[in-house]
Nanobody, 122 residues
Framework: QVQLVESGGGLVQAGGSLRLSCVAS????????MGWYRQAPGKQRELVAR???????NYADSVKGRFTISRDNAKNTVYLQMNSLKPEDTGVYYC????????????????WGQGTQVTVSS
């Protein structure tokens, strides 16, 4: 079974840090494009960070310099390190894999985790 499971969300004060984790099963993160999205209440889901390969990443302008996406291939896990958090970073954060291939070669146009809540208080 191919799935993405996020963890690491929580309540933090403005200026604080959190690290989100996304553990993948059934597919290797090492060869797949991985990303983090978020959805604030009443707003559309938006891209936060994406890693096409380990050295090819892009970020939303609002998080550049504060957030870092990385992957640990040995743990088959993708991380989102979030520093200098702001109240506007509040939302449900989702792990995503677009155009992913599983270990058996099955193609998945889009995979999503269940999401993890991040709340930043002022």
């Amino acid at each position: 079974q191919v799935q993405l499971v996020e963890s690491g969300g929580g309540l933090v004060q403005a200026g604080g840090s959190l690290r989100l984790s996304c553990v993948a099963s059934g597919m290797p993160v090492s060869i797949n494009p991985m990303g983090w999205y978020r959805q604030a209440p009443g707003k559309q889901r938006e891209l936060v960070a994406r890693s096409i390969t380990s050295g090819n990443t892009n970020y939303a302008d609002s998080v550049k310099g504060r957030f870092t996406i990385s992957r640990d291939n040995a743990k088959n896990t993708v991380y989102l390190q979030m520093n200098s958090l702001k109240p506007e970073d509040t939302g449900v954060y989702y792990c995503n894999a677009d155009g992913a291939r599983s270990w058996t070669g099955t193609y998945y146009p889009s995979l999503w985790g269940q999401g993890t809540q991040v709340t930043v208080s002022s």
